[in-house]
């Protein structure tokens, strides 16, 4: 697991804002990550230098499968929102 408890300052945007950032902060970092072969997740950021544990924004490693012209496929790697239930138990976030 690998935890940023100082991560990056998003400025006073709003929570939606906040999570679209972290996300695509994630995605980056994962394809980095497995493009040198690391098998390290999930990934996770804690914001509030203060000691405080809230809000946390928590992804693991996914795929997906692209098809170019219905013939040449490509995979990419991607960061995958999760709800972290309790320290040893996640589950996929599933939104609509």
Same mark, same amino acid.
């Given at each position: 697991?690998?935890? @940023? *408890?100082?991560?990056?300052?998003? !400025?006073?945007?709003? *929570? =939606? %804002?906040? =999570?679209?950032?972290?996300? =695509?902060?994630? &995605?980056k970092?994962?394809?980095?990550?497995?493009?040198?072969?690391?098998?390290? %997740?999930?990934? &996770? @950021?804690? %914001?509030? !230098?203060?000691?405080? *544990?809230?809000?946390?924004?928590?992804?693991?490693?996914?795929?997906?499968?692209?098809?170019?012209? !219905?013939k040449? &496929?490509?995979?990419?790697?991607t960061? +995958?929102? +999760?709800?972290? =239930? $309790? *320290? $040893?138990?996640?589950?996929? %976030?599933?939104? $609509?």
């Amino acid at each position: 697991m690998l935890v @940023f *408890t100082a991560p990056p300052y998003l !400025g006073q945007g709003t *929570t =939606q %804002e906040r =999570q679209w950032c972290y996300a =695509q902060i994630a &995605e980056k970092i994962m394809q980095h990550l497995a493009n040198k072969g690391s098998g390290l %997740e999930p990934l &996770e @950021f804690v %914001e509030g !230098g203060d000691g405080c *544990t809230w809000p946390r924004y928590a992804y693991r490693r996914g795929t997906v499968l692209y098809r170019i012209q !219905g013939k040449v &496929e490509v995979v990419k790697t991607t960061a +995958v929102p +999760v709800v972290r =239930q $309790s *320290t $040893s138990s996640w589950r996929v %976030e599933r939104t $609509s």
